[in-house]
């Protein structure tokens, strides 16, 4: 008999949320801080490791909850509770598992819900459980345009949100991806982790994001920073743009939030500052010195000459808006619209 095998290991009587869906690829949400982005062979021990992977399987297919006992291991009888967190569509995105000796009190499931976002559509896609963890009213139940959806019930941090969509959108992999935000719920703040996968079109082009979102509150996470509300909504209006985050200070390009420009000779870790035409100098300056007081969603445009992928210079049009100010930091979210014929 083992001695450490024998005896229940941390993790038991723990919930675990599990990601499902990739049949066999089974990565850890959430329920212990050394087990999330882990597989569920690696983050959890001994007899549970061996347990669960059916479990998770017998699950997804049959998209009901499971509670069962366990044959003995080393004299160990185990107690198994899983339940399905169902997407809009009636998928199952992803599984909370629990398994501890038989007898012992399992404490509450944490609170999970799932989402479906439709790329192509933009439109975003919750299920009851989702709506119930965030006291959602009835009247407000059901599909939404993504502004709306991520802006109010989702993703209450623009910065957040606009980061999360990015990345969806330009995912090349399944890879699940992550978001942590913050909620009041009942006037306390809460903290929620949202976990998904983007879905491929047979293109390879992402064309949904299927997760949920989970309550993480007892686990250390930090703070987002987040500006108003209504740069999300004139951000998505010009999703079909090149965005790019860019730090106004330093005239750096932080991130693309889509794919960069087409016609401009983009180098790595980019400044804006060296790129432009020697005479746009001056330009560039006022487009990346908002006004303190600039509105949220407002912008300030502008026109500037880039290299050109073909030589010469290409004429850009810049718009750019206000994305994070803090004590630290100042930055600009610049949608860019190239001119066909290069200059």
């Known amino acids: 008999m083992s001695g450490t095998e024998s005896l229940p290991q941390p993790g038991y009587g723990t919930w675990w949320v599990i990601d499902v869906q990739i049949p066999g690829e089974y990565e850890v949400l959430a329920g212990d801080r050394r087990g999330a982005g882990r597989s569920v062979r690696r983050a959890l021990w001994g007899p549970a490791a061996r347990i669960v992977p059916e479990v998770l399987r017998t699950v997804t297919d049959s998209g009901q909850p499971y509670a069962r006992c366990s044959k003995p291991i080393h004299d160990v009888v185990y107690q198994v509770q899983a339940l399905p967190a169902l997407g809009p569509f009636g998928v199952v995105h992803a599984v909370l598992c629990c398994v501890a000796p038989a007898g012992q009190p399992l404490p509450p499931a944490p609170l999970v819900g799932a989402w479906q976002w439709d790329i192509p559509a933009r439109t975003g896609h919750g299920t009851e459980a989702l709506f119930d963890m965030f006291d959602t009213p009835a009247q407000l139940r059901g599909s939404y345009g ?6 109010r019930i989702s993703v209450p941090s623009t910065p957040v949100a606009l980061d999360l969509w990015a990345r969806v959108q330009t995912a090349t992999t399944e890879d699940v991806l992550y978001a942590t935000v913050q909620r009041e719920r009942e006037g306390q703040p809460r903290w929620y982790t949202m976990c998904g996968r983007p879905v491929f ?8 994001f299927r997760g949920v979102t989970i309550d993480v509150t007892d686990l250390p996470v930090p703070t987002p920073t987040a500006p108003t509300d209504e740069l999300l909504v004139a951000v998505l209006a010009q999703i079909d743009l090149a965005l790019t985050v860019v730090d106004a200070r ?19 870790n980019a400044y804006l500052s060296q790129l432009v035409h020697p005479d746009d100098r001056g330009e560039l300056d006022r487009l990346c010195t908002p006004p303190a007081d600039l509105p949220g969603g407002a912008s300030v445009r502008g026109e ?5 992928t073909a030589g010469g210079w290409v004429a850009a049009e ?11 930091t100042t930055q600009l979210m610049v949608a860019v619209a190239i001119r066909e014929r290069p200059e």
């Open 318 to 328: 810049l718009d750019a808006r206000l994305y994070l100010r803090d004590e630290i």
């Open 250 to 268: 330093h005239q750096h390009i932080a991130r693309w939030l889509t794919v960069p420009a087409a016609g401009v000779a983009w180098p790595p």
């Open 201 to 208: 079109d047979a293109g390879d082009t992402p064309v949904a």
């Open 146 to 151: 993504m502004a709306q959806y991520l802006s």
């Open 304 to 308: 500037v000459r880039l290299p050109a």
